[in-house]
């Protein structure tokens, strides 16, 4: 039965230290506030899977969070580097983090061999390039039928998947619209499945489009409105450009970064209070 919790709570009961744990979202409904709330609780030595991570893993891996991370692309969309995340990796600071890259396609087929009880995904990919040198999840088999050569991918099982949606109703099934990414397939593949939603409703349904994912699926859904700030909520909210630009700055520099995250953070008791914060100082 999903329960419905603040995200406090949420965290708290199905986020623990070591776990491997996907925060998805493609473009928009990114769980950002998820993110930070792992950051207010000090739970480290995460490994961070998702298949775009943006500014929210550049907070946890500066924040220490992460032990490890299983990516295809990573960056401030639109601006440049992740700032934390190339100085963790290239200067150890503030720890070591080991990273996994995929190509988008790798990861995607990953989730999808993970949500169908597989142990590994099979894609005619990867031929030409160097990822399996750098990778050792990346292997090639031959097909039993017609005897070509293909490549195998172990598949993404997290202990914890994360998302962010528009809307839930009272029995905790899921609706959101918009550029869908990998969240249903890292739903499925999860052990645990939390979702934050804009507002929880009375009822959802497939009748004006979008997605459901059923309640049997998700442990906990917990309403946090403006939750994939600064990324956007189709029908909500719009992206807040100049946050990610204001990111490039404040990133930059690890005790800058630190100070932010220590005033805006861990000094504001959950994300209602972060989102007011950020209003006051003209971040929002």
Known sequence: MTEILKLDEAIKKYVKPGEALAL???THLIPNAA??????????????????PDLIYDQLIGMGCADKMVFSWGGNPGVGSLHRFREAYEKKIPKTIEIEE???????NAYVAGASGLPFAVMD????????????????????FTGQELTAIRALNPDVTIVHAQRADKEGNVWLDGIIGVQKEAILAAKKAIVTVEEIVDHVDEKTGGTVIPNWVIDAVCEVPHGAFPSYASGYYKRNNNFYLSWDAISRDYAKFQDWMKEFVLETKDFAEFYKKLEQENYA
């Not at 990919?125 to 039993?144: A, D, L, M």
């Open 102 to 108: 995929h190509a988008h396609a790798a990861m995607a």
């Open 35 to 52: 993110g930070l709330e792992i950051i207010r609780q000090g739970i480290k030595g995460l490994t961070l899977i998702r298949m775009t």
């Open 24 to 26: 998805e979202g493609f």
């Open 125 to 144: 990919g990867y031929k030409g390039t160097s990822y399996p040198e750098i990778n050792k999840n990346i292997k090639t088999i031959e097909c039993p």
